[in-house]
């Protein structure tokens, strides 16, 4: 069973930021979450991953609440190469990194020009 | 290499043959998993490799399916006698160790049973 939930779809308009939500309320101590994104016909990149403290890279930043039972990707300034399917998924690195992941069905971003 | 291959990219096969996919990690990472992605459909676990240790062969879907890694390298996914329900999407990825920062997928192996 996928440990996290995703709305199925957004819309953003190119050039606005895209917030995208994922709910993990069972996340444990140990796991980590992380984002995956997956344009069409390609393997899933990854973007992004964090524990508590909000995080941020050359591709997005991401905001985990303090409860860290949700957090948000956000993408600053969308563009038409950034439509794509984004998961979610949460990962424990004490069990050495590895983990039954399922990945679930993400949320689809399509941005508009 | 510079990233995860796997070959073919298609695979077009008819009902009940077998079916050998190749995935070559990138150097030097131990770890390797196989997924599943039916159409529309999120990523299915299928096996993991790390290392030298026994693999876990939990997400295959049944006996019809087996992978092996030789030299703790290139890992090759067989599905036999296929089935029109095997047609998907069977991407490989690969991660540095136990905690690699996250996993590098392949671009995958689109098989279709006909």
């Known amino acids: 069973d996928a440990k996290t939930t995703q709305p199925t779809s957004m819309d953003c308009a190119e050039g606005r930021a895209a917030n995208l939500p994922c709910n993990h309320s069972t996340i444990s101590g140990n796991e980590y979450v992380y984002w995956y994104r997956q344009i069409h016909s390609q393997g899933p990149q990854y973007i992004i991953h964090?524990?508590?403290n909000n995080e941020t890279n050359e591709m997005a930043s991401l905001i985990i609440t303090e409860d860290r039972k949700s957090s948000t990707l956000i993408l600053p300034h969308a563009t038409l190469r950034d439509t794509a399917v984004y998961y979610c998924i949460v990962r424990d690195t004490n069990s050495g990194g590895y983990q039954k992941v399922t990945f679930g069905t993400g949320t689809k971003l399509q941005v508009i020009p | 290499g510079a990233g995860v291959s796997q070959s073919p990219s298609n695979k077009v096969t008819e009902k009940g043959k077998d079916v050998e996919l190749r995935c070559d990690p990138i150097s030097g990472h131990t770890a390797l998993y196989w997924y599943r992605q039916s159409l529309g459909q999120g990523l299915e676990f299928l096996i993991y490799f790390q290392g030298n240790s026994a693999p876990d062969k939990s997400g295959l879907p049944s006996d019809r399916f087996s992978a092996e890694r030789t030299g703790g390298s290139v890992s090759t996914l067989t599905i036999q006698r296929t089935q029109q329900e095997d047609s998907a999407v069977y991407l490989c990825a690969s991660s540095l160790g136990a905690w690699g920062g996250g996993y590098t997928f392949g671009s995958g192996t689109r098989l279709t049973v006909v």
């Open positions: 964090g524990l508590k």
